[in-house]
């Protein structure tokens, strides 16, 4: 059974950085695609960045290009997404999602993955 555990989490004020992580467990091939997603209180979940297939590619929402990095370690199993220059709108439960069968290109939605973490929250004040 896939898991995802998300940390990093924390507050920070608006110019910081943080690192969130995601390992998975219960699956040890590498998968199609996974992202971050985050949601703010009375808002939808959106999608943050995604990364395919061990990094042959990113995608990344408008709002965080070029303050946001998604990585992954394929050795730890690790999903990762370094967050600098940290703005108050940043302000969010940050989940963890993964897919191993089909992912499509482009902006992925939360119906197209199956597993999700628990999430993180991150604070950023101003």
């Known amino acids: 059974q896939v898991q995802l555990v998300e940390s990093g989490g924390g507050s920070v004020q608006a110019g910081g950085s943080l690192r969130l992580s995601c390992v998975v467990y219960?699956?040890?091939?590498?998968?199609?695609?996974m992202a971050w997603f985050r949601q703010a209180p009375g808002k939808e979940r959106e999608g943050v960045a995604t990364?395919?297939?061990?990094?042959?590619?990113?995608y990344y929402a408008d709002s965080v290009k070029g303050r946001f990095t998604i990585f992954q370690d394929n050795a730890k199993n690790t999903l990762y997404l370094q967050m600098n220059s940290l703005k108050p709108e940043d302000t969010a439960m940050y989940y963890c999602?993964?897919?191993?069968?089909?992912?499509?290109?482009?902006?992925?939605?939360?119906?197209?993955?199956?597993?999700w973490g628990r999430g993180t929250q991150v604070t950023v004040s101003s």
């Open positions: 219960g699956y040890t091939s590498m998968m199609q695609c």
């Open positions: 990364i395919y297939y061990g990094g042959t590619s990113t």
């Open positions: 999602a993964a897919e191993y069968r089909y992912c499509r290109g482009g902006s992925l939605t939360t119906d197209d993955f199956r597993f």
